[in-house]
């Protein structure tokens, strides 16, 4: 059973501060990682996605994963009220086209 | 990248009833799939909509609760059949757009249809 975990949260951070998200999965043979982002009332919209060990950074945005430990990050710089919303992880495995998604956490940028 | 309409939005229901949703894709696209989201809980995978043949289903769903079609590579629909109260969920279309690594392998999401069994 493909598992991947993730605080629910919430989790609250001010404005200005870095907001970091977890996520931790099951399947090792995991080979693509996402990261959506979840308004309330709305579909996910992806902002992230890392394929290789080490840190990916796009804006305000920077993903990190590490396969050795399964594990799989997203940090949010100057992090800004727009912000606030649930940020969904997702893994999808080699030569598989489903993604496998976790509880998805909570945040709140307090203003 | 792909843009994803469904139809409706949202409806109420009454039990025993069925409900079919519509999903259009702006392009053509490899996978199209439904899920289905429950208040304050993650996606959960219903079935891979198959161009042209029968669905793949998850363990849990099935096809005589949850017909699919896709006729063609952008357009799908999914129906909840003799519906119960614990069908009511958000049901979302999402489609992906590729199998290889980079900027084509993103998976898409419909803006989902509220449902509501009474």
């Known amino acids: 059973q493909k598992e991947v975990e993730q605080n629910s949260g919430p989790l609250s951070v001010p404005e200005g501060a870095i907001a970091s998200l977890n996520c931790t999965y099951s399947?090792?043979?995991?080979?693509?990682f996402f990261w959506y982002r979840q308004y309330s009332g709305k579909s996910p919209e992806l902002i992230m996605s890392?394929?290789?060990?080490g840190d990916k950074e796009d804006g305000r945005f920077t993903a990190q994963l590490n396969k050795a430990s399964q594990y799989v990050s997203l940090l949010i710089r100057d992090s800004q009220p727009s912000d606030s919303a649930t940020y969904l992880c997702?893994?999808?495995?080699?030569?598989?086209?489903?993604?496998?998604f976790g509880k998805g956490t909570k945040l709140s940028v307090i203003p | 990248s792909a843009v994803i309409s469904q139809k409706p939005s949202r409806d109420i229901c009454q039990r025993g009833t069925s409900l079919t949703i519509q999903c259009q894709v702006d392009?053509?696209?490899?996978?199209m799939f439904w899920y289905r989201q429950q208040p304050g809980q993650s996606l959960t995978l219903i079935a891979t909509?198959?161009?042209?043949?029968?669905?793949?289903?998850e363990s849990g769903f099935v096809i005589d609760k949850f017909p699919i079609s896709r006729p063609n590579l952008t357009f799908s629909t999914l129906t909840v059949s003799n519906m119960s109260p614990e069908d009511s969920s958000i049901y979302l279309c999402?489609?992906?757009?590729?199998?290889?690594?980079?900027?084509?392998?993103?998976?898409?999401f419909g803006p989902g249809t509220r449902l509501t069994v009474l």
């Open positions: 392009s053509q696209v490899t996978m």
């Open positions: 999402s489609a992906w757009t590729g199998p290889t690594e980079g900027p084509t392998d993103t998976q898409y």
């Open positions: 997702a893994t999808r495995g080699a030569g598989s086209y489903q993604l496998t």
């Open positions: 399947d090792r043979v995991s080979q693509s």
């Open positions: 890392i394929y290789s060990n």
């Open positions: 909509a198959n161009q042209g043949s029968e669905a793949t289903y």
